[in-house]
């Protein structure tokens, strides 16, 4: 697979098979991962990966949470800005109508919502998963290098024939992932990421883009 294809071919998925991912494609995905850039070669990224019963122990508890209505934990960072401006809030918008109308999901149904929500926490039935911390010292370019960081990973595990979902929602349950993995008081839960093979049988949404003219401007000379 080249990177065009992988690149193209990347979406978030939100159905996996139980088909376990192998070790050792996960050790070559983030052994070559490392090489994302980096300025002044930080490396900021903080990984944990989950598989078997640690991720099983994970979802019951998440599950259990979401069963029982708890509150979400006090964010760390904020996902959007309060007010979504032109054109992102529009985006936003469309994204989410796609969304739950390809799950046959009413705007109104606000449980049902909350029910396509919740297979976040269960990382859409996935075999593994992959949960990147970064330390709070760190400031907005070391973030913009975990997200490379993250896009890398991503694209291997295409060139792997696998898939994955990157999920800002696990923050909002970062202290019940603290249990499992005990990470270092100075690090933030960033994301987490639901990594396997795709069931494709399930209904699956590939959210368009925007056309290049509305977020590339070429300077000619």
């Not at 690149?7 to 939100?14: E, I, K, L, N």
């Not at 949470?65 to 904020?78: I, T």
């Not at 049902?112 to 859409?124: D, E, K, L, T, V």
């Not at 069931?199 to 977020?215: I, K």
Request: proline share 7%; net charge negative.
């Amino acid at each position: 697979m080249d990177v065009y294809e992988a690149v193209t071919s990347r979406h978030a998925v939100r159905a996996f098979t139980a088909r376990p991912v192998p070790k050792e494609v996960l050790e070559r995905v983030l052994s070559a991962a490392a090489w994302s850039p980096s300025g002044s070669n930080l490396q900021p990224w903080h990984a944990y990966v989950l598989t078997g019963e640690p991720l099983a122990e994970l979802k019951k508890r998440a599950g259990k949470r979401v069963a029982a209505g708890d509150p979400w934990d006090e964010r760390e960072y904020e996902m959007y800005p309060p007010a979504l401006k032109s054109p992102y809030h529009e985006r936003r918008s469309a994204f989410g109508k796609e969304r739950y109308s390809a799950l046959g999901v009413a705007r109104e149904d606000w449980e049902a919502r909350q029910r396509a929500a919740s297979g976040n926490w269960q990382c859409f039935g996935a075999p593994a998963a992959l949960f990147c911390y970064i330390d709070r010292d760190m400031g907005r370019p070391q973030w913009a290098d975990t997200g490379m960081y993250l896009q890398t990973v991503m694209l291997l595990l295409r060139a792997e024939g696998l898939h994955s979902c990157p999920q800002m929602a696990w923050s909002v349950y970062r202290e019940t992932v603290a249990e499992i993995l005990s990470p270092p008081d100075e690090l933030i839960l960033f994301c987490g990421m639901s990594i396997g093979f795709e069931d494709v049988t399930a209904n699956s949404l590939r959210t368009g883009r925007a056309p290049l003219d509305e977020t590339v401007t070429f300077v000619e000379g």
